[in-house]
Structures are given as structure tokens and as C-alpha cells.
């Protein structure tokens, strides 16, 4: 990283002509600088409100640790690792990659800052202030509709702590630029093709109508929310894209602005009381034992405590359910084993330009203690991991001649690779005698080889076995194949980074950060242990994975080996 010896990377893996081209590759039409018109600038020229009439009250927790780095002049964004001199800004500073700069300008730290007392407000405020100093009036890379949208929210987080303290001057350049911004905002909101922009877009209109009582704007901006609501939330509460996390995020935002609204004396308008209790309910099918989230599709395991602020403001104790019919997920739990599985279609465009491809996948956790999972995701890490983990080999399923189960197609309009399919994907189950089976299976290879893949899975009732079969299965109805060459398939089970693997003589022995110990065992020869990545808790870590490897027959029925490997996850007990 340029720019002197008050700052340092911990990892410098590309040039900055690299960086721009992946960066143009993996965020498309989003990552492209925008522009101003005449007629933009002119609105923002328009006198700004004279003050705030009520304040957002921030309901997510901060995270203190992030805050305690900043203050020592430690920033971290996934890899990347800076330290800055006191009083130094990160503007000033030429920054490691687009995707750090992207991550800076949306201001998700700030609240992290401000609450480190008195001495981590006046830090908070001086870096808007440094902020407002080079990007206050227009910069096409910063003011990009999706994190102009974020910052105006993270800012509308911290309050009067930043908009009505400090010098008279300064705060009212702090309204005035952030006026300028949600102008901008609402300008431009109707040009993204981006389900996250225009989301995090609405929320702010409702927001800055409410803070400011302007009731002429409320109506447009309450009806562009109940729009966004509709597309993108599924009528079980799951959000279109099947990741838990953004539906933890979308819900946060609607219970800040039902507060608001409730704060302001406007009739909370009954698409509230429709979403949230759904939203929540899904939020807690996804909440794991150890307090975070499974991570599934592009979302991350998401911090407890914030798990847990939203699901204490839902207005009634959620609906429990073990099958999510529109999201895709069914869910086996028996005493402390738990098992979620990925059984659902990818969404297709425009929801589908991060989904991932990881049908059949699942994760597996006794009690707190994770154990089966996928490379997960996060948003804090490069642009290129976030690829990287889309593909099917990064989730706990079975990989036919290196293929990916759903189809990847060009987005157009957004220049991203959207996910959609695999076609033919279904779930049976059936509980009995205390025990749970599932039959699922997809038909993501079947044009492709004329195969189906089969999983059936099987909780024991004292929930300490889990038993799985994994088969390659030529429908009757589909010709024999003139090719009978053999192709080959994997299938992985990803460990999660707090499970510690062994190779033994006849199994493969996890222990859990708990202490808890299971044992994996195959009627197929040749399980190996690998290495894998796993970006859910906010970096790139390095776990590993149980891998199996075999050649199928085209015009198997799946009965037999070679096509049909039957696994078992087996807790020990102790005496």
C-alpha cells in the first residue's frame, strides 16, 4: 500500500490495474462511477431543513471490538489490515483495493466508533467531517446509489450525536451535506437495476421523511417501501436471495422505522405488521444454538447480539417451523443435533446475481457447537472470495465432473453472473417413531448427463446420528447413454473453522470447540481430508473439508456403488 510509513497492509496481492478489473468483473453496473446532472445540482442547492424533528434510534448493537481497533488507528476490511497515525483519516490514504474503499465509504463503522465515549465520538465526527471535506459535494465513486444509501442510514444511526453536537459550523455542514445526498438519492433511486440500492434506498426515504416531518414525502416513499417489501420478501418471510443475514438486515431496518413511526404519531401502515412477524420467524429458523445464523447463499453467520436485538423487539414470540416452503430450507432437529437443508431453487434475475449454487447443501450443528457448514460468505471480504464461494464445490453437497448444480447466466442490465435453478428440485419428509427422514433431490446435471442426484437424509431420535446417502440416478424415462464413459463426482462435507479433524483407521474423527466429539464414517473407500476456506465470521479462514471422490456410472439406478455412497456422522458418547 502507497502512501508513506503511518500505515501498513498485512496483504498486498494484486496491482491496482488487477484490482480494477476484478472489480468491474465482480460488481458490474454497481461498482461503476455515476454522474451528476444540471438539474441534480441544482435541488441540492435547495435550502436544507433547518433541523431534525426526531432522531432513528439505533436498535443494533455495537460492535465493541471494531470500535476499541479504530481507536487505536487499526482498520480492518476481511484480508486487508491498515494502521493509521493519530488523527490521520483513511481519505487521505491511497487504499489497498476498491472493494476497501467501498467498504469505508458506507460507514458501517461509525456507530462503532461513537460508542467509545466521548473521546470515540469526537474521533467519529472528525472523520465525517474529513469525509464531507473531499466527497461532501460529488464523487462518482462514493456516491453510488447502494452505499450512498448505506452511509445516509449508518449516519441517520448515530443521531444528534452527530448531527447536533460539536461546532454550531460544522453540524451544519453535516445536515447540509446529508441533505444533499438523500436528494441525490431520491433523484437517482428509479436507475438501479439493484435490489439491495433500491432497497436500502426506501428505507432511507421513510427514514429522512419522518426525521424532518415532512409529510408530503412520506406517502411516495411509505408506497416505494410496501413495493420493495412485496418484491423482495417471500410470503414465508425468507428474503428472495435465501440468505438468512439479509433478511436479519432488512428486518432490522423495518423495526427501526416502526419505532419512528410510532414516535412520530403516524399510523404505523399494516404492511409493518404483515412482514415483521414472518421476518422474524425466519430470522429464527436460521438462528443457530451459538446465538449467530446458518450462512446460507450471500449471506454471513451475522454478530449474537444482533441476532438477538431483533428477535427480542419482534411483537410476539416467533412461529416455529421446520419447512420454509417459498425461501427453500427444511430443518431437522432432535434433542441438540440440528441440520438445516438447502432445498430451494436459486431466485434467478435480478435476485439472483449473488446466489449461490448450492443445492442439497447443509449445516450441521449439536448444540452451540457448528459442525458441517458451506465456505459461507461475507461482505467484508474481496470481491473475488465472494465469486469464489457462488460455486457449488464450496458447499456441503456432491459435485458432478466439477459442474455447478444451478446455471449461471450474463444479467444484462447489471453485467453480473445470476444464478437460477437447478431445475427439478424437491424435498419429501416424513417423521415417525421420533425419527425424521428426508428425500430430496435435484435435476441440476440431468441435461448435461442425465443424472438426478439423490440425497436422503436420516436423524436418529436420541439425536446422535445423523446417516446420509448420496446417489446418481438415470430416470427411467431417460434413454440409456450412447457415452458410457465413467464421469467423475465428489462429495464434501465443509467443516466449520472451530472443528478439529483426525484421520483414524475407520473413521475420521471431529472435535468440537465444545469438547463435543462425532465421528464420520462412509461405506465408500478413500475419504480424504482437504483444505477449505470459510469467509462467514468476516475473514478468510482456512478449515477443512471431508472429501469423497468416485466415477459414476451414466446409466446407474443409484442402488449400488459405484453411484450410491452412504455416510454417517456418529456422536461419541462418554460413559
Known amino acids: 500500500m502507497a502512501g508513506g510509513d503511518s500505515h501498513s497492509l498485512a496483504e498486498r496481492t494484486r496491482s491496482g490495474t488487477d484490482d480494477a478489473a476484478l472489480w468491474r468483473r465482480f460488481r458490474g453496473t454497481g461498482g461503476e462511477d455515476v454522474k451528476i446532472g444540471v438539474l441534480q445540482r441544482l435541488k441540492q442547492a435547495a435550502p436544507a431543513p433547518q433541523g431534525f424533528s426526531l432522531h432513528l434510534a439505533d436498535i443494533v448493537p455495537p460492535d465493541l471490538l471494531r470500535g476499541e481497533a479504530l481507536m487505536s488507528g487499526i482498520w480492518r476490511i476481511g484480508m486487508s489490515r491498515m494502521t493509521l497515525a493519530p488523527g490521520e483519516d483513511p481519505w487521505s490514504l491511497a487504499l489497498p483495493s476498491k472493494h476497501v474503499a467501498d467498504r469505508l465509504h458506507r460507514f458501517a463503522w461509525l456507530p462503532d466508533l461513537f460508542a467509545q465515549g466521548a473521546d470515540g465520538a469526537g474521533r467519529a465526527r472528525s472523520l465525517v467531517d474529513s469525509w464531507i471535506a473531499g466527497h461532501g459535494r460529488f464523487n462518482g465513486f462514493s456516491w453510488r446509489i447502494e452505499p450512498t444509501a448505506v452511509r445516509l442510514w449508518n449516519w441517520l444511526r448515530c443521531g444528534d450525536a452527530l448531527f447536533e453536537a460539536g461546532d454550531e459550523a460544522a453540524c451544519r455542514e453535516r445536515l447540509d451535506c446529508y441533505v444533499r445526498q438523500v436528494r441525490y438519492l431520491g433523484e437517482v433511486v428509479d436507475t438501479s437495476p439493484e435490489p439491495k440500492a433500491r432497497w436500502n434506498a426506501a428505507v432511507v426515504l421513510?427514514?429522512?421523511?419522518?426525521?424532518?416531518?415532512?409529510?408530503?414525502?412520506?406517502?411516495?416513499?411509505?408506497?416505494?417501501?410496501?413495493?420493495?417489501?412485496?418484491?423482495?420478501?417471500?410470503?414465508?418471510g425468507g428474503h428472495v436471495s435465501r440468505a438468512p443475514s439479509r433478511?436479519?438486515?432488512?428486518?432490522?431496518?423495518?423495526?427501526?422505522?416502526?419505532?419512528?413511526?410510532?414516535?412520530?404519531?403516524?399510523?404505523?401502515?399494516?404492511?409493518?405488521?404483515?412482514?415483521?412477524p414472518r421476518m422474524g420467524a425466519m430470522v429464527a429458523f436460521f438462528h443457530v444454538p451459538d446465538g449467530a445464523l446458518d450462512p446460507f447463499n450471500d449471506g454471513d453467520e451475522s454478530r449474537p447480539e444482533?441476532?438477538?436485538?431483533?428477535?427480542?423487539?419482534?411483537?410476539?414470540?416467533?412461529?416455529?417451523?421446520?419447512?420454509?416452503?417459498?425461501?427453500?430450507f427444511q430443518k431437522l432437529e432432535k434433542h441438540r443435533l440440528r441440520l438445516v437443508l438447502d432445498c430451494g431453487e436459486a431466485p434467478g434475475e435480478p435476485f439472483g446475481d449473488q446466489a449461490h449454487a448450492g443445492a442439497l447443501g447443509f449445516d450441521l450443528s449439536d448444540g452451540p457447537a457448528r459442525i458441517v457448514t458451506s465456505c459461507g460468505f461475507s461482505s467484508e471480504v474481496n470481491v473475488d472470495w465472494q465469486a469464489a464461494v457462488r460455486r457449488t464445490s464450496a458447499h456441503s453437497t456432491l459435485i458432478l465432473s466439477g459442474r455447478d448444480s444451478a446455471t449461471f447466466t450474463l444479467n444484462e442490465e447489471t453485467r453480473l453472473q445470476s444464478a437460477s435453478g437447478p431445475e427439478g428440485i424437491s424435498a419429501k419428509r416424513l417423521e415417525e417413531s421420533d425419527e425424521i427422514w428426508l428425500d430430496a433431490q435435484h435435476g441440476g446435471y440431468k441435461a448435461a448427463y442425465g443424472l438426478l442426484h439423490r440425497r436422503r437424509l436420516f436423524m436418529a431420535a436420541n439425536g446422535q446420528r445423523l446417516a446420509g446417502e448420496d446417489?446418481?440416478?438415470?430416470?427411467?424415462?431417460?434413454?440409456?447413454?450412447?457415452?458410457?464413459?465413467?464421469?467423475?463426482?465428489?462429495?464434501?462435507?465443509?467443516?466449520?473453522?472451530?472443528?478439529?479433524?483426525?484421520?483414524?483407521?475407520?473413521?475420521?474423527?471431529?472435535?468440537?470447540?465444545?469438547?463435543?466429539?462425532?465421528?464420520?464414517?462412509?461405506?465408500?473407500?478413500?475419504?480424504?481430508?482437504?483444505?477449505?476456506?470459510?469467509?462467514a465470521r468476516g475473514v478468510v479462514?482456512?478449515?477443512?473439508?471431508?472429501?469423497?471422490?468416485?466415477?459414476?456410472?451414466?446409466?446407474?439406478?443409484?442402488?449400488?456403488?459405484?453411484?450410491?455412497?452412504?455416510?454417517?456422522?456418529?456422536?461419541?458418547?462418554?460413559?
Not at 206 to 221: I, Q, Y
Not at 312 to 328: D, E, H, I, V
Open 206 to 236: 421513510v427514514a429522512n421523511a419522518l426525521c424532518f416531518g415532512d409529510t408530503f414525502a412520506l406517502g411516495p416513499a411509505m408506497d416505494r417501501l410496501d413495493a420493495e417489501c412485496t418484491a423482495q420478501i417471500l410470503p414465508d
Open 247 to 276: 433478511t436479519l438486515g432488512c428486518l432490522l431496518q423495518l423495526l427501526a422505522l416502526d419505532d419512528l413511526l410510532v414516535r412520530s404519531g403516524t399510523t404505523v401502515p399494516d404492511f409493518f405488521g404483515k412482514w415483521i
Open 306 to 328: 444482533v441476532v438477538d436485538a431483533a428477535l427480542s423487539r419482534l411483537p410476539a414470540p416467533p412461529r416455529r417451523f421446520t419447512f420454509a416452503p417459498k425461501s427453500g
Open 471 to 535: 446417489s446418481l440416478v438415470r430416470p427411467i424415462s431417460q434413454p440409456p447413454a450412447e457415452d458410457r464413459k465413467f464421469i467423475n463426482f465428489e462429495i464434501r462435507f465443509h467443516l466449520h473453522p472451530t472443528v478439529t479433524a483426525m484421520m483414524s483407521r475407520d473413521a475420521i474423527r471431529l472435535i468440537c470447540d465444545n469438547g463435543a466429539v462425532w465421528r464420520f464414517k462412509t461405506s465408500h473407500e478413500g475419504a480424504r481430508l482437504e483444505r477449505t476456506a470459510y469467509l
Open 541 to 575: 479462514e482456512r478449515p477443512e473439508q471431508i472429501v469423497i471422490a468416485g466415477f459414476a456410472d451414466p446409466n446407474s439406478d443409484g442402488q449400488e456403488p459405484p453411484n450410491c455412497v452412504r455416510w454417517a456422522f456418529v456422536k461419541e458418547v462418554t460413559a
